[in-house]
DNA sequence: CGAACAATTGATCCTCATCAAACCTTGTGG
DNA sequence: CCACAAGGTTTGATGAGGATCAATTGTTCG
């Protein structure tokens, strides 16, 4: 059942592109469903191709030696992650990517994208427009790790991934995110996430269950966000 | 007194061009020379130029709402700065470049690049490349800060300022860097890299002075970045 | 129902930031 | 050439913010 390559113009690297390109790509590639918990590529890995997220979710993230990880982003559906490998010929994955559910994802050869973006410049221009917003986010939540305390943080983290990924329910909008994950996005401890979570439900701000977080009263968030309040 | 266009080879995206694009790209950009501590660039300012740092030394920073700053890296003499603008039409600066010490860079409109890009297929390539190692070194960065403590965090500044910019002497590697800028490089407060530093001058890893460390151990110093030693 | 996993909460400890005061170093002007 | 100012550095004392550990309590699912 391959996908109608027609939708890889939801791919934010593929808005420009021609419909026989789109086709192309679609051909070139291959589709690799994996499990919860499984893992699309380890850091290290020699980057051979680059994926487009079509169902499920996934998360980017990095580990030390010791082995503790930080969270880069999350990847919902129609993102491309591993195309940072695409650029350069030799280029391993700087991040691991494991799938937050059961997902699915389309494979195309990062030797066959640098192919194509020889020929189409707007191939590469879209792809540095992808490339500055992770940069200038990075460099944004990179300020945000050195400077504010971990409420604002979370607090952020929050607000962050409502817009890109929070479904509206009538008492708020809702996120499916654990602890551990918020705390691996936001820098900090599950058990401290725990106790600030536990607080603004106290205060009304949100609502909390096993792996769900509502955020009831976004405006709340934000003024912490903003530390508009003391 | 212009200068050569084809020291501008120098320069890591300008390093596949042809003669004649570096004179083009010579001709149509004019020199602007700062002294130390005053601003190529504010966050926030409308990218209406790239620049190529042709003598001195400057740094790029984020400043957050209450004025607490963060190094996001220094720039030495023929690297590119403020290119994040150039891919983006309606772009922003989203760093503040404040030289170190009396510096001069190449001011080229933002604008032109484009335009380049768009026949030269090589730029747009040099250029993402450059990028890819922006964000891979964030990623590290962002995951050190989140989490390493300070003392290995220290070492590795030290390590990647040797790198980039040591100057070889016979008593060992140094550099020339005031504790406050080491402290904003490894997200900490000049207090801290006092004490570290101090506490390794006792142990005879360094050798400080005023605006001043001289790696005497360099492999002492490694291995308290790589936590070799408890 | 029980096992596995997620979350909560209290107690404790440790790393760093902060504040204050003194000390050094370098350059300047009388 | 000395004195002084300005900026950089050191060091001690203190305290806050979170991390860590441990124990318990949900929640989900086979």
């Not at 690799?32 to 918990?37: H, L, N, Q, W």
Request: charged share 25%; glycine share 6%.
């Amino acid at each position: 059942m391959p996908i109608d390559p027609m939708s890889l113009r939801q791919v934010s690297v593929f808005q420009n592109a021609s419909d026989d390109d789109l086709k192309l790509i679609a051909s070139h590639s291959i589709e690799r469903s994996i499990e919860e918990g499984e893992f699309f590529f380890f850091q290290g890995d020699p980057a051979v191709y680059f994926y487009v997220l079509i169902a499920g979710r996934a998360k980017l993230m990095q580990t030390n030696p010791t082995g503790q990880q930080v969270n880069l982003r999350t990847i919902n559906e129609w993102q491309m992650f591993g195309a940072l490998g695409a650029v350069r010929e030799d280029a391993t994955y700087p991040a691991t990517a494991q799938a937050l559910e059961h997902s699915t994802a389309l494979a195309v050869k990062s030797d066959y994208l640098r192919e194509l973006m020889q020929t189409r410049p707007y191939l590469s221009v879209d792809l540095m427009k992808l490339m500055t917003t992770y940069i200038q986010e990075m460099q944004e939540r990179y300020r945000e790790l050195a400077t504010e305390k971990v409420e604002r943080r979370i607090a952020r983290v929050l607000l962050r991934l409502a817009a890109q990924m929070g479904v509206k329910i009538d008492s708020g909008i809702e996120l499916t995110f654990t602890r551990q994950d918020l705390a691996e996005m936001s820098g900090t401890t599950l058990y401290t996430v725990s106790r600030v979570l536990s607080e603004w439900e106290r205060q009304g701000l949100v609502e909390t269950g096993r792996e769900r977080v509502v955020i009831r009263n976004p405006h709340g968030v934000v003024s912490i966000a903003e530390e508009l309040n003391p």
